[in-house]
């Protein structure tokens, strides 16, 4: 059955792009020349920030464009469209688009703040971490709360600020936590530690879903997301073009998964959930029928659980999202009806805009109604505590 007039599309992975003056009107004075800020050079328009030059490419802010226009230089503002970076047009574009409501990520700090990770000054990096926050929730979200999902990040590298942060920000609304897909290329404790435990703690509590975006960590196999560029001595080769880890985007998700599945960490925060934020569905059939495999034959020897099959846990703790995956909807039974939302991705380069509800329609239209419902709307509403409010 088609996508229905009553359906609302809720993307669990949007972006947007911040306007010059996000942390501008919030830092202290005496960091505004320090603090993030654009600076106009040579035509260009550049963020500058703690002794760092870091540019808007290109890629990030395509909609409206023409593929054959797209690539990785530098973007000025008016290059983009204003739904790129203003909330109102951005309604206006969600509209066109047959969009109800989005969880817009960032783009400067990264999908998780891992600009603020590297920075050198980490006092203003946490100051910076919390600037977007109340940038995101109080200016972004209040333009349209029915129409953006509060999202906050969190300054991973210190777990006391970080559950400081997170209880704030979960005060003031925050329906998601956006954290790297793997703290360990990162040099930080992996999942199978206890070191973020206050974390899982606080998100379980509040029952705020912990969404990890592919390349927050910075990374993939012979690619690093930082630099965006190939990795000597890794699996890519050096000239391998960008379209090799664009396909490969999925692989950060699959082993995040199955590191989580196999920790103990689902076992002692029974309510605690993770969003596979633009991480595809095609994969999850075959990843939880080759992590039961393993676990039939290896749990007896290894620290891993007796009694909790990993496609068992995936079920209670795990949510994937898709914009086009066919051969995921072919197998969604095997994923979990209950377990699959849809995303947009706007502006980026995966997006359909402004025609995702028409793409959405068709890549549906052989699904029932009840499971449409599921994909589209419910599910992510049910995660993210979002209620429908007309």
Not at 9 to 34: C, G, T
Not at 327 to 339: P, V
Request: proline content about 8%; hydrophobic content about 40%; some cysteine.
């Amino acid at each position: 059955m088609p996508l229905q007039d009553h359906h609302q599309i809720i993307s669990v992975d949007d972006h947007l792009i911040e306007h010059p003056r996000v942390w501008q009107d919030r830092l202290p004075a005496k960091y505004q020349e320090q603090g993030p800020r654009i600076v106009e050079t040579d035509g260009m328009h550049l963020w500058h920030y703690d002794g760092q030059v870091i540019p808007t490419i290109g890629l990030n802010a395509v909609a409206g464009k023409d593929p054959k226009d797209w690539g990785m230089d530098p973007v000025r503002y008016e290059d983009m469209i204003p739904g790129c970076y203003d909330p109102v047009q951005r309604v206006k574009d969600m509209d066109l688009d047959g969009v109800q409501a989005a969880a817009c990520f960032p783009s400067f700090p990264g999908f998780a703040g891992g600009t603020f990770f590297r920075a050198p000054d980490k006092d203003l990096a946490y100051l910076c971490v919390q600037a977007w926050n109340d940038f995101y929730i109080d200016e972004w979200c209040a333009t349209a709360p029915d129409r953006y999902v509060p999202m906050a990040l969190l300054p991973f590298w210190d777990i006391d600020l970080t559950v400081k942060e997170a209880q704030r920000v979960a005060a003031k609304g925050a329906r998601t936590f956006s954290f790297p897909d793997s703290p360990v290329p990162l040099g930080l404790p992996s999942f199978h530690s206890n070191h973020w435990d206050p974390l899982w703690q606080v998100a379980s509590d509040a029952n705020i879903p912990i969404s990890l975006h592919f390349g927050s960590g910075s990374f993939m196999p012979g690619f690093s997301f930082s630099a965006m560029k190939p990795i000597a001595g890794q699996m890519a080769a050096l000239d391998a073009p960008m379209a090799v880890p664009t396909v490969l985007f999925s692989s950060n998700l699959m082993w995040s998964t199955v590191d989580l599945l196999f920790s103990r960490t689902l076992l002692r925060f029974p309510k605690l959930q993770f969003s596979l934020a633009e991480g595809g569905i095609g994969w999850i059939p075959y990843i939880l029928e080759r992590s039961d495999y393993t676990w039939e034959r290896h749990r007896w020897y290894q620290d891993i659980d007796m009694d909790a099959r990993p496609s068992d846990l995936f079920k209670q703790h795990f949510w994937g999202c898709f914009i086009e995956d066919q051969h995921g909807l072919a197998n969604r039974e095997a994923i979990g009806i209950d377990r699959i939302m849809i995303e947009v991705d706007f502006p980026h380069s995966d997006s359909n805009w402004p025609n995702s509800r028409k793409r959405a329609a068709e890549s549906l239209a052989h699904i029932p109604d009840d499971e449409v419902e599921k994909i589209v709307e419910t599910n992510a509403r049910r995660m993210l505590n979002f209620p429908r409010t007309n």
